[in-house]
């Protein structure tokens, strides 16, 4: 019985250690280790074992895909049966330029998709004249071309299916990713 009442009073502990305010969180940006140190009040068993766990890295490896889309975006969007980048098209690249600047060992494909309009042929001709376009963007900002190949897919791999302006929007696209990280 008195194990029963201790396990409910540690339960109670830790649900309420948990419990964090909704402007706290947003502040701590990530840091969830900070509010299991407030379970020191539960077992030393327990207080041991989180005050010997290293602390894990936050975010994404350095030069890697994940880095590069959650810290600089991995895509550019074109206009309907265009391959010009837009204003924003160039902003997103110039930083994806500096990002390859900051790891020169990386390596990158651009992809080109078109929407699903068109035939297969004519579709492939526009993808890969939109990754090219990316490319050359890139190698004028200062990127060695060595470090960039492309590949058209057409309309052969929509991120968005539907037959309609808004899925269109988002398969006429260049991507760009990854081949060789930082540091492989």
Avoid at 8 to 34: I, K, L, R
Avoid at 144 to 150: A, D, E, F, M, N
Avoid at 152 to 164: D, I
Avoid at 171 to 176: D, E, H
């Amino acid at each position: 019985m008195r194990l029963k009442l201790i396990s409910m009073v540690v339960a109670f502990a830790f649900v309420a250690a948990c419990e964090t305010a909704p402007e706290q969180s947003a502040a701590s940006s990530g840091t969830g280790a900070s509010t299991s140190s407030t379970s020191s009040t539960t077992t030393s068993s327990s207080t041991t074992s989180s005050a010997t766990v290293a602390p894990q890295p936050q975010g994404p490896q350095a030069g890697s895909q994940e880095d590069l889309v959650v810290n600089v975006g991995d895509r550019v969007f074109f206009g309907f049966d265009k391959y010009n980048l837009t204003g924003e098209a160039r902003s997103v690249l110039e930083k994806q330029a500096a990002w390859l600047k900051r790891y020169p060992s990386v390596t990158v494909m651009i992809e080109g998709h078109a929407d699903e309009r068109g035939t297969r042929e004519y579709n492939l001709g526009l993808g890969d004249r939109r990754a090219n376009s990316v490319k050359d963007y890139l190698v004028a900002l200062g990127i060695s071309p060595g470090r960039i190949k492309t590949i058209s897919y057409g309309k052969e791999r929509p991120v968005a299916l539907g037959s309609n302006e808004q899925a269109w929007a988002q398969n006429r696209r260049g991507v760009t990713t990854v081949t060789r990280a930082a540091g492989s």
